[in-house]
């Protein structure tokens, strides 16, 4: 770096440099007037010495006393010592180019914060949107079936049940939705905490199996580990979680696949820190278009057919948030007429 590097001058080199100048040029002056070398000498430093103390100064109180300004603007606190340390020491010694690089860095940092909280709004926007227009199918549909009991169905005799069950229905529903919401809310406020353990994850996917297997049997739905992957394979996870990533993975297999179809569970050694498992099926599949939205909050595929179904549209959202506080990422594989397969990684167990 030269002596004079323009792009970092501070304060006191300026000061030094201007008063410099002025010294000499008013020695050489008054050796030309007076020829003797300490009336010289005396010249050069009484004028280096007012000149350095006029500049410092001046530059001090006008220019980096405002600089000084910004930057409690910028930092927005009351100075702690930390910070008068900065102001008396640090801050003198920067230049103006480094003082204009901090209020550049310091403009993208607001500019990102306030990008943040107009997504944020957005999402809030919307998530509210899509909930009430979740709640209001089945709030109407109870509506609807309780106006026509009160109104004379209640007397007869051919539809009386099944208006009640249909209410019902939809009431189950409801409950569904308030249950998923509220599951998707504690994991988002991080107040559940993630306890992990070693276990085995096929025997967690076999007790799976076994919750589903009376809904399986009823639409000859196979449910099978891949072959070659049955070896017992140790992951450390929270188990009660990953119970819930495996139901909600199986349940949509189940829902949404073809009658007499398979379902196929797949787990991998990837590497010495990592497990991956995968739940495949050989249902209706989506088309590409859906997948990078798939994991979004009341995101479906296939509007009609997942209503019909009856699904809250979270389930996939409570397993991305589950598997993402583990620390790992979940994905989807889909082809139309082929099937899905829905995989996540998880740390590798010990025991
Ligand atoms: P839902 O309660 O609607 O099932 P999810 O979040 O679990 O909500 O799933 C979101 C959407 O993803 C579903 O509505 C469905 O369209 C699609 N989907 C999920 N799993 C499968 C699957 N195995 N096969 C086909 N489509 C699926």
Not at 78 to 91: D, G, N, R, T, V
Not at 158 to 183: G, Q, T, Y
Not at 306 to 312: C, L, Q
Not at 329 to 351: H, Q, Y
Request: charged content about 25%.
């Amino acid at each position: 770096m030269s002596l004079l590097d323009t792009k970092n001058i501070t304060p006191r080199s300026l000061s030094f440099f201007t008063a410099l100048a002025i010294s000499v040029i008013n020695a050489v002056l008054s050796l030309l007037v007076q020829p003797k070398w300490y009336t010289s000498v005396l010249v050069f430093f009484v004028t280096f010495i007012i000149i350095y103390s006029i500049y410092y100064y001046t530059l001090q109180r006008f220019i980096y006393r405002k600089i000084k300004l910004i930057y409690k603007f910028i930092y927005q606190t009351k100075a702690s010592k930390k910070e008068e340390i900065f102001y008396q020491h640090i801050l003198p010694q920067k230049s103006i180019e480094q003082v204009s690089e901090d209020v550049a860095k310091w403009a993208l940092r607001r500019k990102m914060e306030i990008e943040k909280l107009q997504d944020n709004e957005k999402f809030r926007k919307e998530f509210l949107m899509n909930l009430a227009h979740e709640l209001r199918t089945p709030i109407f549909s109870v509506q609807g079936y309780v106006d026509t009991l009160l109104n004379g169905a209640l007397e007869d005799e051919n539809v009386n049940r099944k208006f009640l069950s249909n209410a019902n229905r939809s009431i189950d529903r409801l409950v569904r939705l308030v249950d998923d919401l509220d599951e998707i809310s504690k994991l988002e406020s991080g107040k559940i905490p993630i306890i992990q353990q070693s276990f085995v994850i096929q025997e967690l996917i076999s007790d799976v199996y076994e919750e589903f297997l009376l809904k399986a049997k009823e639409r000859e739905i196979h449910m099978l580990f891949k072959k070659g992957t049955e070896r017992p394979i140790l992951v450390y996870a929270d188990e009660q979680k990953i119970k819930q990533v495996l139901v909600n993975l199986i349940e949509n297999a189940l829902k949404y696949g073809n009658d007499g179809g398979t379902i196929t569970a797949g787990c991998y050694v990837v590497d010495d820190k990592s497990i991956y498992i995968e739940i495949s099926d050989d249902g209706p599949g989506m088309s590409e278009t859906h997948l990078p939205r798939i994991f979004e909050r009341f995101y479906r595929a296939d509007r009609s057919r997942a209503r019909a179904i009856g699904g809250t549209g979270l389930g996939l959202a409570i397993v991305k948030h589950i598997v993402e506080a583990h620390g790992h990422t979940v994905n989807v594989r889909s082809k139309p007429g082929v099937g899905s397969s829905f995989g996540f990684s998880l740390d590798k167990g010990e025991g």
